[in-house]
């Protein structure tokens, strides 16, 4: 499963400035069940781009975002506007500013590769904005990464709006043919659960403290994940102070109906904030990449550190929903 350019990190290993490696978030789906979803296509609609065409501009965008992001010259910015869009360009721009900082270990763990990237789906012709989905790979481990591309209108370039990375378990089912195209998400009807709501029910679950067991997700790695890490973030400062976790659901960045009776995958943006209030004033130094992204050169009572986070869920008509990808990037951050 993909998980692009993203990283996710320990906020109290953070603030005193121990070395981590830039991993990426997994989550794995679970059986969707039988559904009886809307079909995605009819047999008489049609792409918007040619699968030739879709492949050749899609491609190549992704080839220049790659490029952009990882360009901490002076043309970085321009060229970062011009690939990316939405929290996608935030990301991008972040992780630009972090690299200086960066281990060759860290840079090469989330290096993301054009090469072989596969067409996954394409949008109707006449829907807006036109959309398309890649897969993609992470050079160095060979993960499949999920890149969607969007153009607002037709005639403007496509741009990456979201890279999310899938575990190796992740099932995902078809989309309708490319020859076809496949429906927006807010054509789908007879979900589980609205877009909205499993967003909502997703961010409640792993927040901390308190998180409330979802009823429309199915258990997941990512989910999991996130909860084991808040908890051991909490216990590493509980001497000190205390920490908590927000995920807060900032809308949809795109998606697409899945093939009939498979409902659809949406990507969802969500805002992360951790967290940290001491006791006792102290002086922490964060990690380097963190002051690269953020500033912050000292703590002394308290710190809040935003990051940027993308989870792909499929939602079917029957069943739980399912996350099949994410990604998460630290953006901004205040402390005193």
């Excluded at 992204?293 to 940027?308: D, H, K, V």
Aim: hydrophobic content about 45%; overall charge negative.
């Amino acid at each position: 499963m993909p998980r692009p350019l993203t990283r996710r990190r320990a906020l109290a290993t953070a603030l005193v400035g121990a070395a981590t490696s830039a991993s990426l978030l997994v989550a794995c789906t679970g059986d969707s069940g039988g559904t009886t979803a809307t079909p995605t296509a009819s047999p008489t609609s049609t792409p918007a781009l040619a699968a030739a065409e879709a492949t050749t501009a899609g491609t190549a965008a992704l080839s220049e975002a790659i490029t952009a992001r990882a360009d901490t010259g002076a043309t970085g910015a321009a060229a970062r506007t011009k690939a990316y869009t939405g929290p996608a360009l935030e990301s991008a721009n972040a992780w630009a500013k972090s690299l200086p900082a960066l281990t060759d270990t860290q840079k090469a763990d989330n290096e993301l590769t054009s090469e072989g990237a596969t067409l996954l789906a394409v949008s109707t012709a006449g829907t807006e904005p036109r959309q398309m989905l890649f897969q993609a790979t992470l050079k160095k481990s060979g993960n499949p990464v999920l890149a969607l591309l969007t153009s607002e209108a037709t005639g403007d370039p496509f741009k990456v709006a979201a890279l999310a990375t899938v575990v190796p378990s992740a099932r995902l089912d078809a989309f309708s043919p490319t020859t076809l195209g496949s429906d927006p998400v807010s054509a789908a009807t007879d979900l589980v659960a609205t877009p909205d709501a499993v967003a909502t029910s997703f961010a409640q679950s792993v927040r901390y403290p308190d998180p409330v067991t979802s009823t429309v997700l199915a258990t997941d790695a990512l989910s999991d994940q996130l909860r084991t890490t808040a908890a051991a973030q909490a216990k590493a400062v509980a001497d000190q102070g205390t920490f908590s976790q927000a995920h807060v659901p900032q809308g949809q960045v795109g998606g697409f109906q899945l093939t009939p009776g498979n409902g659809v995958i949406v990507f969802e943006e969500l805002a992360r904030t951790d967290r940290i209030a001491l006791r006792n004033p102290v002086k922490l130094t964060p990690g380097k990449d963190v002051t690269a992204i953020t500033g912050i050169a000292t703590i002394t009572t308290e710190a809040q550190l935003t990051s940027n986070e993308v989870v792909a869920f499929v939602i079917p008509a029957s069943g739980q929903a399912t996350v099949v990808a994410a990604s998460d990037q630290l953006v901004s951050g205040t402390a005193k």
